[in-house]
């Protein structure tokens, strides 16, 4: 086992859409990832199936938690009515929940851009997005963003709120929009993409995360980092993100373990 310690602050484990992928149990997973010093994992929600069974993974999975959220693609699946249906059935399920102390955040919620120009679908993300900053406040929990091709807006809607805590998942941006994370006291998750990527302005921004504001993530089973292309991500990979971003960062993976747990448990208190 790894005296380091990590947190997968960022995977999907728990999702039958995904996890049929594994040829592993999800008991053999985080044992696995436990083994490698993952000491906790944050399992996501990104719509209301597997939000509501992230839920109840947790429960049975010591120092597993869960996030609740409809990723913002499912505003190009629903009406806005639909959608504020799903968002409730979700509050329902925090409000229930919540002092089991495994609901640790609303997400993975944002706006992705990426394949969407629709501007009624974009409209709808939006008001999604608002719902979610709702749900964060009611219930006084961090967010989890998803954010692709689409940070002035992001930042327009998010500057509509206080007091939000949180973390841009599967940053991928450059040092422009790093600048306006850091700025808003967001929390950058940095995963397998770091490793395989051609862009150097991503590596930039990476390298320029500050200490005090890096998590670390796999958004397992995707993402597999190098040199496990080709193959399933899983949690434990996180320590190979780890000990990359120590590399190109001239730090110690020590620095990168205590500092990403630091800022994990503060943001998610876990």
């Known amino acids: 086992m790894s005296k380091l310690e990590f947190i997968d602050t960022h995977c999907h484990i728990h999702d039958e859409e995904f996890t049929k992928k594994y040829t592993e149990s999800p008991e053999e997973i985080i044992a696995s990832s436990k083994n490698a010093g993952v000491s906790n994992l944050i399992c996501v929600g990104t719509d209301l199936k597997s939000s509501l069974s992230a839920v109840s993974f947790c429960k049975d999975n010591k120092n597993i938690y869960c996030s609740l959220a409809l990723h913002p693609h499912e505003a190009e699946k629903s009406t806005i009515k639909e959608l504020e249906r799903q968002v409730e059935l979700i509050r329902k399920s925090i409000s229930t929940n919540i002092e089991s102390g495994k609901i640790v955040a609303v997400g993975e919620c944002g706006l992705d851009y990426f394949y969407h120009k629709d501007k009624d679908i974009l409209s709808r993300q939006q008001e999604l997005l608002r719902l979610h900053f709702e749900l964060a406040i009611e219930f006084d929990l961090p967010m989890i963003f998803h954010v692709r091709d689409a940070f002035e807006d992001f930042f327009n809607v998010f500057d509509d709120y206080k007091g939000i ?6 940053f991928s941006a450059s040092e422009k929009e790093l600048k306006g994370v850091i700025e808003r006291g967001l929390y950058v998750g940095l995963n397998g993409i770091m490793t395989f990527t051609k862009d150097e302005k991503q590596l930039s921004a990476a390298r320029k995360v500050p200490e005090n504001k890096l998590i670390l993530e796999t958004d397992a089973p995707f993402l597999t980092p190098v040199p496990f292309r080709g193959k399933i991500c899983k949690p434990e990979h996180v320590v190979l993100t780890a000990q990359f ?26």
Do not use: Q, Y
């Not at 971003?245 to 500092?259: C, P, T, V």
């Open 165 to 170: 805590k949180g973390v841009v998942h599967s």
């Open 245 to 270: 971003l120590a590399d190109i960062r001239g730090e110690n993976l020590e620095i990168i373990s205590k500092s990403s747990t630091k800022n994990a448990r503060m943001l998610f208190g876990i």
